[in-house]
């Protein structure tokens, strides 16, 4: 029964993800996801039919971890103040987002942890919640910062590029044959432990260092 506690908060995360994308966006000058209805923290909205309602179930009938994405937020960089950097601070906000979800767990499992502040019946179960809300948070933010589109790093790298490489990256990287074997590559191979992987036991590595974990 671990997906009734895991399914509500992978799915409030991708949300947050969303919500700050809109956010973001037009705090630069875009209403774009406003005028979509998008840029609000009611969930019904952000509802993908493959990513937020079927993927999780195949992964659960799979048994292997569960995972979700919401529906992109709408984005016109043609509307932000400055396009190319805008673009690129709005594709990171995503990821910052889920670090912030992730810290925000980490330190409550601490506090959850040293203080019992839960019935021992409870106790573990809400442990687990926030492990699981820690954990997947992170994952998301690194998973979305590789850049492969239509994760937020493709655009986060090619806002860093020169014109003509942007451009040359962009033609690229907008292929979908190319996206869909990158991704197979990412999903299906070792290189996911050492690209999205390893940075999050980096992370929580020096959570448990610092203290905010423990």
Partial sequence: MEWVIQLPI???SVVIHEFCHGVAAYERGDDT???AGRLTLNPFPHVD???TLVLP???LFSNVPVFAFAKPV???PSLMKRPRLDEMLVAA???VSNVLLAFLAAVAYKLVNSAGLFAPAYQATVLEALLFAMTMNLFLAFFNLVPVHPL??????AGLLPEKAREAYRRLAGNPKVSLAL????LFTPAIKYVVLLPMKLVLALWVKVGIIG
């Fill in 10 to 12: 992978l799915f409030f």
């Fill in 33 to 35: 996801a406003e005028k």
């Fill in 49 to 51: 039919p493959f990513g």
């Fill in 57 to 59: 179930l195949v992964c």
């Fill in 74 to 76: 709408p984005i016109d």
């Fill in 93 to 95: 906000v995503g990821p």
């Fill in 152 to 157: 937020d790093g493709s655009k986060v790298l």
């Fill in 183 to 186: 991704l197979a590559v990412l």
